[in-house]
């Protein structure tokens, strides 16, 4: 494992791999959509001819060779091996080959990183399973994924990925976990937080167009988790990316039996009077040991 090296498998736009590079990271950053990777090869030219930034286009898969992979033409954040994905919401879509690869043969040829961020549309567990290749000692100090458990089925009810990230990452030895909700960066977690109390009026008021909101949405914004964080790193978090990582992630480690209770019923992780601020649908696990 090299503690400067960071995996962004799901490039998507760049965001996160932007952050990486700017915390002083040596990024491999993984995309299957052609567009998106030459869009991140032309926005990141200074940092791959620096040796700083590898983007590797290809998809995730158990095999190597190539497969047929849809692209959700009015959101890249679909774009799936399952079409039934990409085409949600009726959205317009279309199909491409693109090159796949298992994550233990991209292991194998640029290293074990330190922290590995896995965002591919309910095919995260082949790069959680993948993991198990790697000596325990060399696995990732931190990992995050989407949650496919409760969250990230398609539309016949299938999860592809099989069975549960919890579960896997368990087995690979990572025992502390934390489950962020996408839409906040706010960390789910049993019982009151003051933190995510304040993030939720915040947002209500901001949401709902109360008097003065309008006039104090910068100072409204910086209340939020999504403001305190762009503010504590002088950077913006757009919607859609991973945001901080390992132990910049707010909240505390849950065990294992807090995690499966996360995960069994999310609506239940905040008190009522947050629920309707937030999301509560989508939502990114992250793992240590």
């Not at 890249?76 to 080959?97: Q, Y």
């Not at 019982?191 to 995510?196: D, E, P, V, W």
Request: glycine share 10%.
């Amino acid at each position: 494992m090299s503690a400067e090296l960071v995996y962004d498998v799901g490039l998507h736009n760049g965001s996160d791999t932007e952050f990486y590079l700017a915390q002083g990271y040596r990024v491999v950053a993984i995309e299957a959509d052609p567009v998106l990777a030459r869009a991140a090869e032309t926005r990141f030219a200074p940092w791959i001819a620096g040796g700083r930034l590898t983007v590797l286009n290809l998809g995730i898969a158990d095999r190597e060779g190539d497969a047929e992979f849809w692209i959700c033409d009015a959101n890249p954040e679909w774009n799936s091996f399952e079409r039934s994905a990409a085409a949600r919401n009726n959205s317009p879509h279309h199909s491409v080959r693109i090159s796949v690869k298992p994550l233990r043969a991209v292991l194998a040829e640029h290293g074990a990183p330190h922290y590995l961020k896995v965002d591919i549309e309910g095919y995260d567990a082949f790069c959680l399973r993948d993991l198990g290749t790697l000596p325990a000692a060399e696995r990732p100090r931190f990992v995050s994924w989407e949650n496919w458990d409760n969250a990230n089925g398609f539309e016949d009810g299938s999860t592809p990925a099989g069975s549960s990230g919890l579960e896997i990452a368990t087995e690979l030895g990572y025992t502390r976990f934390k489950l962020i909700d996408q839409s906040t960066l706010a960390a789910l977690s049993p019982g009151f937080s003051a933190a995510n109390l304040m993030d939720s009026a915040a947002r209500r008021w901001l949401s709902r167009g109360y008097p003065g909101a309008k006039l104090g949405r910068p100072l409204l914004h910086g209340l939020t988790r999504r403001g305190r964080f762009e503010r504590r790193f002088k950077r913006p978090f757009p919607m859609g990316c991973a945001g901080p990582w390992g132990d910049d992630t707010p909240g505390r480690w849950l065990t294992l039996s807090e995690a499966r209770g996360m995960m069994k019923d999310a609506s239940k992780a905040f008190p009522a009077v947050m629920r309707p601020s937030y999301s509560l649908g989508w939502f990114d696990w992250h793992a240590t040991r």
